[in-house]
Nanobody
C-alpha cells in the first residue's frame, strides 16, 4: 500500500514564503515524474511545477521565478519552495507521483496568502 502525504501548508502574508513537502511511503519504486498542482473552488486543478527523474524542471508561468521544485530520490520526496507569495497563490496544493505502473495523488494541503 502506497501513501502520499503532503505537509507544509498554512497561512502566510503576501511576500512571505512556505515550503511544501510530499513524501511517499510503502511499496513504491521508480518514481519518474513528480509534480505539484493546485486547485481553487470552482476551477480545474492546474499544474504548478514538475520535475523529471533527471531533475529537469518545468514551471507554470504565474509561479516561474518565485517557486522552486526539487526532489530527494532516496526519500521518495518532492519539495516546493514558494517565495514572494501572492494572494492569487491561495489554493489547495496537491502532489502527484508517477511510476511506470501508476499515478499517485496526495490528499492536498491548504495554502492561504492573506494579510
Amino acid at each position: 500500500q502506497v501513501q502520499v502525504v503532503e505537509s507544509g501548508g498554512g497561512l502566510v502574508q503576501p511576500g512571505g514564503s512556505l515550503r511544501l513537502s510530499c513524501a511517499a511511503s510503502g511499496s513504491i519504486s521508480s518514481i519518474n515524474r513528480m509534480g505539484w498542482y493546485r486547485q481553487v473552488p470552482g476551477k480545474q486543478r492546474e499544474l504548478v511545477a514538475d520535475i523529471t527523474s533527471r531533475s529537469s524542471t518545468n514551471y507554470a508561468d504565474p509561479v516561474n521565478g518565485r517557486f522552486t521544485i526539487s526532489r530527494d530520490n532516496a526519500k521518495n520526496t518532492v519539495y516546493l519552495q514558494m517565495n514572494n507569495l501572492k494572494p492569487e497563490d491561495t489554493a489547495v496544493y496537491f502532489c502527484n507521483l508517477e511510476t511506470p505502473m501508476w499515478s499517485y495523488w496526495g490528499q492536498g494541503t491548504q495554502v492561504t496568502v492573506s494579510s
